[in-house]
């Protein structure tokens, strides 16, 4: 199966990222319906653990969109089983320095680029007659996130990593680490000239820069900004808003 996220990145499109807190595959697969380019299964803050990680990508499946991780930590153990499960992208929190990023990119890759261990037990359906090794260290997204004050004064080291397909800003912690309130949907001018800052630098060495946002609206101003990889919310946070407004509706 080819990585259509990075086909779109290489023809200059972002790409709309759904996000699933709930560990659930009837869920996962009515989400999948919903028009998304990809969805990432949250296992660092989200209620999901390693079986309902792939119960939701065995409901995404049947629907074409590109199924993606958050780890909830960067350590071969658990990259190494969600790419075995089928994630065809890495997002790793609290990715610091060099040597972070490069460890990231090691649990990720087969070798000689990396040191994952071979069992891709879901993930080698997604290959054609046993070709999944021969196209997984090309075909997964390998994005370390960036939030944090001590990740921006690394950010050049970080993003000159060989491996890094894109990085991915957490509003909230960059917010937490700079001595402000934690927050998506950010306006400070000090966040909007680091915004600045990473979409200068990532587009120079053709990599993706993605953001978590509170709303559609800022989610499409951030594409209009640069941005290739925009995530709205999550499920949960989604249902809720609907389901505050149509009570309030409903109530006049």
């Not at 999901?48 to 079986?51: G, I, K, N, S, V």
């Not at 990715?95 to 972070?100: D, G, P």
């Given at each position: 199966?080819?990585n259509?996220?990075?086909?779109?990145?290489?023809?200059?499109?972002?790409?709309?990222?759904?996000?699933?807190?709930i560990?659930?595959?009837?869920?996962a697969?009515?989400?999948?319906?919903?028009?998304?380019?990809?969805?990432?299964v949250?296992m660092?803050?989200?209620v999901?653990?390693?079986?309902s990680?792939?119960?939701?990508?065995?409901?995404?499946q049947?629907?074409?969109v590109?199924?993606?991780?958050?780890?909830?930590?960067n350590?071969?153990?658990?990259?190494?089983?969600?790419?075995?499960?089928g994630a065809?992208?890495?997002?790793?929190?609290?990715?610091?320095?060099?040597?972070?990023?490069?460890?990231?990119?090691?649990?990720?890759?087969y070798?000689?680029?990396?040191?994952?261990?071979n069992?891709?037990i879901?993930?080698g359906s997604y290959g054609?007659?046993?070709?999944?090794?021969?196209?997984?260290?090309?075909?997964?997204?390998?994005?370390?996130?960036?939030?944090?004050q001590?990740?921006?004064?690394?950010?050049?080291a970080i993003?000159?990593?060989?491996?890094i397909?894109?990085?991915?800003?957490?509003?909230?912690?960059?917010?937490?680490?700079?001595?402000?309130?934690?927050?998506?949907?950010?306006?400070?001018?000090?966040?909007?000239k680091?915004?600045?800052?990473?979409?200068?630098?990532?587009?120079?060495?053709?990599?993706?820069?993605?953001?978590h946002?509170?709303?559609?609206?800022?989610?499409?101003?951030?594409?209009?900004?640069?941005?290739?990889?925009?995530?709205?919310?999550?499920?949960?946070?989604?249902?809720?808003?609907?389901a505050?407004?149509?009570?309030?509706?409903?109530?006049?």
């Open positions: 199966m080819a259509k996220v990075k086909e779109a990145w290489k023809s200059g499109k972002a790409v709309v990222n759904g996000w699933l807190a560990p659930n595959a009837f869920s697969e009515m989400y999948a319906q919903c028009g998304w380019d990809s969805v990432t949250d660092q803050h989200g999901q653990d390693y079986l990680c792939v119960a939701c990508f065995q409901g995404m049947p629907h074409g590109l199924p993606m991780v958050r780890v909830p930590w350590e071969p153990g658990i990259v190494g089983k969600v790419l075995d499960a065809y992208g890495v997002i790793c929190p609290m990715v610091n320095t060099e040597a972070e990023a490069r460890a990231l990119v090691q649990y990720a890759k070798p000689p680029k990396g040191t994952r261990s069992g891709p879901r993930a054609s007659g046993g070709t999944y090794q021969k196209t997984a260290n090309d075909d997964v997204l390998v994005i370390p996130m960036i939030e944090t001590t990740a921006l004064d690394n950010l050049e993003l000159d990593v060989e491996g397909d894109a990085i991915y800003v957490g509003p909230s912690d960059l917010g937490l680490s700079l001595g402000m309130e934690p927050k998506l949907d950010r306006e400070e001018p000090e966040i909007m680091i915004y600045e800052r990473l979409l200068k630098e990532t587009d120079k060495r053709g990599i993706a820069a993605g953001l946002n509170g709303t559609p609206e800022y989610a499409n101003k951030m594409i209009k900004m640069g941005f290739k990889l925009v995530t709205i919310l999550n499920d949960v946070g989604l249902m809720v808003n609907a505050k407004s149509a009570v309030k509706i409903a109530r006049g």
